[in-house]
Structures are given as structure tokens and as C-alpha cells.
């Protein structure tokens, strides 16, 4: 529909600037929104169904005629760098920038990246050809009580050892553990995303207690039959997910086109889940 684009979403977490899989014009829509392409270091690709991947070789492109150096890493299926390499090839493309692909492995709960700020997990979900969800788990470091300061003087180097994550040995050798003398700065944020997949009740697991669930709802509850046969879900599906999950809050995104008003999927999904929200274009939500 002309005021739904497809699939696209961006995740600005600290330092990390990321790309959840890039439909056609996905380029053109973060133009329109002042997000910088050449800020981006991480492109996941859930699967190769054009609407999720379509955009992908011009925004590689765009970005080595603007002169990008920097090192770009992208995740997707397996088949996706022979397709990428292809175009490149084709157009005789040499980039201006390392591009370094990593394939998704049919292995749940698998480690893509980490860092200091952030761990990113992929899963399979349930398509009609092999996709993936991304878990996105945010990582703080432990700031050291004060009352603990005051209490034994500690010196520099025993600050450096417990910032690490070392216990401290007081002069009487009692040991304290790292957990009673840190703190953390605020809980950990976290994010999944799960699109194009029919009901999977193996996702409950994968997306469990995260503050902010993307979940598809393709179609409404009247049409579960043909969610099935699409390999796809409804709203009530979706929001059964997120239900049992426990998470924080839901949106709901990927609405076919024969809702012309997704407010009645909404609708429908909050009689299961209260709290969930269209994913609707140009919609920023804060974790």
C-alpha cells in the first residue's frame, strides 16, 4: 500500500547503529527520516522473500559512491552473499569498504555479535522457506556502591578488579562478592524481532521477558486457516506469543494489504495483550 512500506527497522542502541533486514526504498525512507546510512554497522537479512531483502545491494552500493571506508558486517541466509556478489560483479563493483557477511546457522539461541554494549542472538522461526528472529539483549556494566566506598577505603586497583567483575577481600579476609558491592545503572533493555512466521510456540523461549516484541500479524483472527497455509500469523496468534512470553510490550507490523485500517487488528490483538502498538511507518518507540 502507498502509506505502508515494507519491512525495515532501525535499532540505535549506544554506539551501535543496526539494520533489521532492508525491503526496496529503504534507502530512500531513512533520507526522509535524517538517518544516516554510513552511521550503520550491522545489516541482519531474516530471509529471502523480496520484501525483506530487495533494498539491500542499492543501500551497499549507495554507500561506496559516498565514499564509505568503514567496515559494514551483514548477517542472512547462507545464499544471500552469492546473490550479493553477483550484482557486485555484475555492475563491476568494487567497494570502497570491507564487507564482511556472516551466514545465519539453523541453530537456536546462536551468538551473531557481542560486544560491551550488546549481545545479538538469531533463531529460526516458522516460514515457508529457512527465516530467522533476532534477539537483542543489552549489556551494562555494574557501577560501584558508595556506601561500600566509604566503608573500606578501597584503592585503585581494587576499584579497576571489582569494575571488571572481581569480589573484594576485606583486611579481616572476608570475601564480598561483586553482586553485594555493584549495582547496575538501570535493569537491562532488550528487544526481539520475529517476522514472517507462522504460529511457533518455540519462540515463547527465544523471546521470553524482553521489554519490546516486533511479532508479525499478517492477517486477523478470521483468517487462521489461511495464516497456516502462508505460513503466517494473526493478531491473536501474535499476541498469544507474547502472552505466554511475558514480555513488556508488543507490536504488531506486516499487515497484509487488504487492511485498509490496521486499527482493527489492534483491536483485536489487545483482547488477548493490552499492551501492544502498531509498528507503523515513521513510528519511533523507546526501550
Not at 531474516?46 to 552500493?61: C, K, M, P, R
Not at 487488504?258 to 518507540?285: G, I, Q
Amino acid at each position: 500500500m502507498r502509506e505502508r512500506h515494507a519491512s525495515s527497522q532501525y535499532l540505535h542502541i549506544a554506539s551501535r547503529h543496526i539494520l533489521i533486514d532492508c525491503a526496496e526504498g529503504t534507502q530512500l525512507r531513512l533520507q526522509e527520516l535524517k538517518i544516516s546510512p554510513m552511521k550503520l554497522d550491522t545489516i541482519l537479512i531474516s530471509h529471502l522473500h523480496g520484501d525483506h531483502y530487495y533494498g539491500l545491494i542499492g543501500l551497499i552500493n549507495s554507500m561506496h559512491l559516498n565514499g564509505r571506508t568503514n567496515p559494514l558486517k551483514i548477517y542472512g541466509p547462507p545464499e544471500l552473499i552469492n546473490i550479493l556478489n553477483l550484482m557486485l560483479k555484475a555492475s563491476d563493483t568494487h567497494l570502497r569498504y570491507p564487507l564482511h557477511f556472516h551466514a545465519l546457522e539453523p541453530i537456536d539461541g546462536q551468538i551473531l555479535d557481542l560486544d560491551n554494549h550488546l549481545r545479538i542472538t538469531s533463531f529460526r522461526v516458522k516460514h515457508r522457506i529457512p527465516a530467522w528472529g533476532f534477539r537483542f539483549d543489552e549489556i551494562l556494566g555494574r557501577k560501584i556502591n558508595k556506601d561500600f566506598i566509604a566503608a573500606f577505603q578501597p584503592i585503585h586497583e581494587d576499584l579497576q578488579h571489582i569494575q571488571a567483575g572481581g569480589n573484594f577481600t576485606t583486611a579481616a579476609g572476608e570475601v564480598l562478592s561483586n553482586e553485594t558491592i555493584t549495582h547496575l545503572a538501570h535493569p537491562s533493555r532488550s528487544y526481539a524481532y520475529c517476522t514472517d512466521t507462522a504460529y511457533f510456540e518455540a519462540l515463547i523461549d527465544r523471546v521470553f521477558g524482553v521489554n519490546l516484541l516486533y511479532h508479525e500479524a499478517t492477517f486477523g483472527k478470521d483468517m487462521v486457516d489461511f495464516a497456516e497455509q502462508t505460513f503466517h500469523s494473526t493478531t491473536v496468534q501474535a499476541a498469544e506469543i507474547a502472552l505466554r512470553a511475558e514480555v513488556g510490550k508488543l507490536l504488531i507490523g506486516h499487515f497484509s494489504s487488504r487492511y485498509k485500517n490496521p486499527e482493527v487488528l489492534l483491536d483485536e490483538a489487545k483482547t488477548v495483550f493490552e499492551s501492544t502498538e502498531l509498528a507503523l511507518d515513521d513510528k519511533k518507540f523507546l526501550i
